[in-house]
């Protein structure tokens, strides 16, 4: 099946810095990826969809501002937690979907974030 | 309510049983679903991807999918140890976003 990475997958900060977390198609092109948050014990959540070439599109309650996305080529997209906080801290997913369709989606490793 | 509702379990069964797992949902234009396995602190692998109803077979594990009951399931025979994991329902529309359920956490023991 098609591969998706995620770098790096774990880190550690302070509170009030900003973490850049990276993904990776990296046997297929995705003009699409999706960003997922996980909570312990708790599904998926939706945070937002990347877009090769325009902007990103978030779900209702996350902030843009806050979760800033940037898919600067049709293998990367990198999400930046600015400012980020304790409640931030949790499993962050990406994955990418093959074929014309959302259907079929590959996730990358995840990444956990702490913040202290 | 939730768009999907998955028992979290956790669900402990002995080595070689038949293991069902289940998930509900209450959209009816949802069209495609998928069972997804997630080992602790990785990402979800696909396992098995359904169109509409019926059911569809590959190795040790079966789908099935009952639109009129809003029911999906997803059988896995001869379970093995490997096979604990947290198994994730998923569903879509064409084109939408997946809808995911908890997740039902499974422990196979030797």
């Known amino acids: 099946g098609a591969v998706v990475s995620q770098h790096p997958s774990r880190v550690i900060c302070k509170s009030g810095t900003s973490v850049k977390i990276e993904c990776r198609s990296l046997d297929f092109q995705a003009t699409t990826m999706f960003w997922y948050r996980q909570f312990p014990k708790q599904s998926l959540m939706l945070m937002a969809t990347s877009n090769e070439g325009s902007k990103a599109t978030y779900e209702q309650g996350v902030e843009k501002d806050k979760f800033l996305i940037n898919h600067a080529s049709l293998t990367l997209s990198t999400l930046t937690v600015t400012s980020a906080h304790p409640e931030d801290s949790s499993f962050y997913i990406c994955s990418a979907p093959v074929g014309p369709s959302y259907n079929e989606q590959f996730f990358g490793p995840g990444t956990r974030l702490t913040v202290l | 309510q939730k768009e999907v509702e998955q028992d979290p379990g956790p669900l402990s069964v002995p080595e070689g049983a038949i293991v069902s797992l289940n998930c509900t949902y209450s959209n009816s234009a949802f069209q495609y679903f998928m069972w997804y396995r997630q080992y602790s602190r990785k990402g979800p692998e696909l396992l098995m991807y359904?169109?509409?109803?019926g059911n569809k077979e590959d190795g040790r594990f079966t789908a099935q999918v009952d639109k009129s009951s809003k029911y999906i399931s997803l059988f896995i025979r001869d379970s093995q140890p490997s096979d604990s994991a947290t198994y994730l329902c998923a569903m879509n529309n064409q084109g939408g976003k997946l809808i995911f359920g908890q997740g039902t956490e499974l422990s196979v023991k030797p």
């Open positions: 359904t169109y509409s109803s």
